[in-house]
């Protein structure tokens, strides 16, 4: 069956340090993975956009990787800030046009 | 700025009393997404239109249904709601016109049932 699993457990690091975030991806072939932010009773925002092709994309603090091989996408936060405690969603394709999976998101806590 | 709205923010109903939420969008795109999402849960598709073609998850209950009367709003219908049903409702919208698709999102409805 397809899964996307993201770390259930919290990150908590010190203000400053790099966050990394992991989303890992069974029985999908997607040609793209994106990333989104949510915060307590909002909805997810969208933060970054990865193809298939692409091995690294960054956007400000942000740097997202993309492993076709591994099944795997790392999401880095650079320089974090306690503004950057939110959970992170990764997102992709399944079969099938205009639509996205997502997964559970992983929890950031950064500590001032 | 062009944003998805939608009301109410919060909603409590009782347990098989039909309820409606709504959604609206200022961004003119052509497909509209309903999500459920519990409590530390991934946000689940319920059913989309892309245009006025509705289409349906496998697993989505019959309870659940769509309408789209026009571009801009889109409504979720909860027939008989029953306890399981309690979670935040989140509406999205996506420009075909541009591919991959990035979703935006409203702040959502929290519903209860009682």
């Known amino acids: 069956s397809q899964k996307i699993e993201q770390n259930s457990e919290a990150l908590n690091i010190q203000e400053g340090k790099t966050a990394t975030l992991t989303c890992n991806y069974t029985?999908?072939?997607?040609?793209?993975l994106q990333w989104y932010r949510q915060d307590p009773g909002r909805g997810p925002v969208f933060l970054l956009l990865?193809?298939?092709?692409?091995k690294e994309k960054r956007k400000e603090r942000l740097k997202v990787t993309f492993d076709t091989t591994l099944k795997q996408s790392l999401f880095h936060i650079t320089a974090s800030q306690p503004a950057d405690s939110a959970t992170y969603l990764c997102?992709?394709?399944?079969?099938?046009?205009?639509?996205?999976?997502f997964g559970k998101g992983n929890q950031v806590v950064v500590i001032p | 700025d062009a944003m998805v709205i939608q009301n109410p923010r919060y909603q409590v109903t009782q347990f098989g009393k039909p309820v409606t939420l709504s959604c609206s969008q200022t961004?003119?795109?052509?497909?509209m997404y309903w999500y459920q999402q519990k409590s530390s849960q991934a946000p689940k598709l319920l059913f989309h239109?892309?245009?006025?073609?509705?289409?349906n998850e496998a697993d989505t209950p019959d309870n659940f249904q769509s309408r789209r009367p026009n571009t801009s709003f889109c409504f979720l219908d909860i027939r008989s709601p029953g306890l399981g049903d309690a979670a935040m409702y989140l509406c999205?919208?996506?420009?075909?016109?541009?591919?991959?698709?990035?979703?935006?999102f409203g702040p959502g409805t929290r519903l209860t049932v009682t």
């Open positions: 999205a919208t996506s420009n075909e016109g541009r591919r991959p698709f990035e979703q935006y």
């Open positions: 029985n999908y072939s997607p040609a793209y």
């Open positions: 990865i193809r298939e092709n692409e």
């Open positions: 997102a992709l394709p399944p079969t099938g046009n205009n639509r996205l999976a």
């Open positions: 961004l003119n795109h052509n497909v």
């Open positions: 239109y892309y245009d006025k073609d509705f289409n």
